[in-house]
């Protein structure tokens, strides 16, 4: 059994759906196959020229799929790096892909991508339609493989800075992740106690006659609060979280102050500011490994800092290396960069050798990030057992002392 698949170039404002289809060669074997088309016609025209005889077709019914994440676009870079350098064609390569490929978005992306490869575009050119996976980093790396005859090189040291930036936000987000939710639950819990739980033992302490401790009043004061204006609190708390977020996505001003808020959290903004340091110099290492020149790859490096405040930086440093200040200078006139890496990038530059020096900062700091990390978890731990004790104990311990109280008359 033999595979053939091709497809004709898709015009503008048609849509190509999947066919599967069967025929025989011109010696009588069998062949099978799928095919991106606008019709049924299409299919067997684009076959007919290839000599062979259809005998069936059949339209399929492709799912919407999941959202297309960037482990997914890790994982494809990863395997067609991998077979690239085995010696396989890159059409083969990225029918292999698609077929082993659980996600139905990734496969008609991938798809459409071949499509443009096999009628004359260049990879990088394919992979530019669709800027939200595939930033103009990875398009310039690939790019730059193509023109120098090292693409399977180039993929593969792109899938491995991809698995590393991967593991650093991973690593990050565990790191928020336990603290975060440990926060929202408390938060769901204390707000049930103050509208339905407290307000119960309200009415039962009112049949009580008796006076009631300050911290019962302090609390049943609250709760009364709570009840009275709880849908103008939500409101308020979700509006501003919208509001931020709005503002965030949108104003360059905003991020830059956020994100420089964020960098001053204690314990927590240390830890983003070694993960950014990590993704800045493991970026530039890598676009300058591949023969990037330095100002073009500085246009890259910025926005995969993740970081506002870096790419605010990072812009300076293109200016003015640009003008011709050497990159240590630079980097040191934004006073975002702790000594030790302004220390390595001049030792890089002295020796040629830049390159090596940020891919050994990039190590270092996301050894640094693995630790702090491990601090982190275990410092949270208590913290946040002492103030669920305190909170959620402080208000039980409040409702049940005049209980406590009417035992001791009695």
Not at 60 to 65: A, D, F, Y
Not at 201 to 216: I, Y
Not at 278 to 300: H, I, Q
Request: proline letters at 3%; charged letters at 20%.
């Amino acid at each position: 059994m033999a595979t053939a698949a091709s497809a004709l170039r898709k015009p503008r404002g048609q849509t190509e759906d999947l066919y599967t289809w069967e025929g025989k060669d011109k010696t009588g074997k069998i062949m099978r196959g799928e095919m991106r088309a606008s019709g049924e016609t299409v299919v067997q025209a684009s076959l007919r020229r290839q000599g062979i005889l259809v005998t069936k077709v059949k339209k399929q019914r492709l799912s919407r799929g999941k959202k297309i994440t960037e482990k997914d676009v890790t994982l494809f870079t990863r395997q067609l790096a991998t077979m690239l350098r085995s010696g396989v064609p890159m059409l083969q390569a990225f029918d292999i892909s698609i077929k082993g490929n659980g996600n139905p978005s990734l496969a008609r992306m991938l798809n459409d991508i071949r499509t443009d490869v096999e009628t004359g575009s260049s990879l990088s050119q394919a992979l530019r339609k669709y800027p939200a996976h595939f930033d103009s980093l990875y398009c310039n790396l690939v790019g730059a493989g193509e023109q120098a005859g090292i693409l399977d090189s180039l993929l593969d040291r792109l899938a491995t800075y991809k698995e590393k930036i991967l593991a650093i936000k991973a690593k990050i987000k565990s790191a928020l992740f336990y603290p975060a939710m440990v926060l929202v639950v408390a938060a769901l819990v204390i707000s049930v106690m103050m509208l339905f739980v407290i307000p119960e033992f309200k009415k039962v302490f009112n049949d009580f006659g008796a006076e009631l401790p300050a911290p019962t009043l302090m609390v049943i004061a609250i709760s009364d609060f709570f009840v009275a204006h709880f849908f103008i609190m939500a409101t308020s708390v979700v509006g501003t979280i919208a509001t931020l977020t709005y503002f965030y996505k949108r104003s360059p001003k905003a991020q830059n102050t956020m994100d420089r808020l964020i960098l001053k959290f204690p314990v927590i903004g240390d830890v983003i500011r070694k993960a950014t340091i990590a993704r800045w110099t493991r970026t530039l290492s890598t676009m300058f490994a591949a023969g990037v020149p330095l100002v073009e790859a500085l246009d890259s490096v910025g926005g995969a800092s993740g970081n506002h405040v870096y790419l605010v930086a990072t812009k300076q440093i293109q200016t003015e290396v640009s003008t011709g200040t050497s990159l240590t200078v630079a980097m040191q006139n934004t006073n975002v960069f702790p000594t030790m890496v302004v220390q390595m990038v001049s030792i890089g530059e002295e020796s040629g050798q830049l390159d090596s020096m940020l891919g050994k900062v990039a190590e270092f700091f996301e050894r640094e990030v693995d630790d702090a990390v491990a601090s982190l978890s275990q410092l949270m731990e208590p913290i946040i057992m002492v103030f669920l004790g305190t909170v959620i104990g402080g208000l039980v311990v409040a409702m049940y002392l005049p209980i406590f109280k009417l035992g001791s008359v009695v």
